[in-house]
């Protein structure tokens, strides 16, 4: 197999891919055999469509790369894809590339790679020197490889005490808190809490400390093990000593005297 690069403009490539065989039977065979019409089969699946039907190219461009809202099966071969009331009829083949993460980070990686670099404004694929799909700088995002859901492996309460490193006044945002031997980003889930917050009605200086409820969510996903942690509830705030504690009997030895 070579691979030959020519320049058709400036700043324009394409990549032609020959296969070269040395005897005449062997590249009847090549050519009659169960890889090339698998190969082709492919390149209709990925790139261009079969007999005008959809590509994974072209449903990931249509459909900017979501998750469809519905899957039903019209036969054993056929799936109808419903994305926000737009439904497509698709092979069963083209789902399974669609849902297939290694399939999907690949594409990214030819895709969105490239148009992401600077200089580089257009994915085309030609064939019969024919646009049969484009896709343009705008569009990269779509083709970056969805995140696999993640499966819960533990959640657990707990009952913890934390120092207020950062806090966060936007919704949803994260605060950074510490148990005393590391920190942690935390979401604070209780609303009457945040309220207080919100409306002045509990200040914080250094040193503080939150005895809170705290739920720890351990799920396993595509890059590795991933642990978050949310404040359910904030049973009490504790303020950073001020003065030194005195001992009663201090107290009294001071009247006395």
């Known amino acids: 197999m070579t691979v030959n690069v020519v320049a058709t403009a400036p700043g324009s490539f394409e990549i032609g891919i020959d296969i070269i065989q040395s005897l005449y039977e062997q590249a009847k065979l090549l050519l009659n055999g169960d890889a090339i019409t698998a190969a082709l089969n492919l390149k209709e699946l990925v790139l261009t469509g079969a007999a005008g039907g959809a590509s994974l190219l072209w449903l990931i461009k249509n459909y900017k790369g979501k998750k469809p ?24 083949e083209l789902l399974r590339l669609y849902q297939d993460l290694a ?32 896709v343009d700088k705008s569009e990269a995002s779509y083709f970056v490889s969805p995140e696999p859901d993640g499966k819960v492996l533990l959640e657990d309460t707990r009952k913890a005490a934390f ?8 919704e949803d945002n994260k605060w950074r808190l510490h148990d005393g031997n590391s920190q942690i980003s935390a979401i604070i889930e209780d609303k009457d809490f945040l309220y207080k917050v919100d409306h002045q009605q509990i200040s914080f200086t250094k040193g503080d400390v939150l005895v809170c409820q705290v739920r720890v969510t351990q799920t396993q996903t595509g890059g590795g093990l991933k642990t978050e942690y949310a404040v359910i509830k904030v049973d009490e705030h504790i303020r950073s000593p001020q003065q030194m504690d005195l001992l009663i009997e201090d107290l009294k030895g001071d009247q006395s005297t």
């Open 163 to 170: 120092s207020i490193v950062s806090l966060a006044f936007k």
């Open 69 to 92: 809202n519905r899957v039903e099966r019209l036969s054993e071969d056929t799936i109808r894809l419903t994305f926000d009331g737009q439904s497509t009829d698709v092979p069963l």
């Open 103 to 134: 399939v999907r980070k690949a594409l990214e990686g030819v895709i969105t790679d490239p148009l992401r670099k600077s200089g580089i404004d257009q994915f085309r694929v030609i064939e019969a020197k024919k646009v049969a799909e484009e």
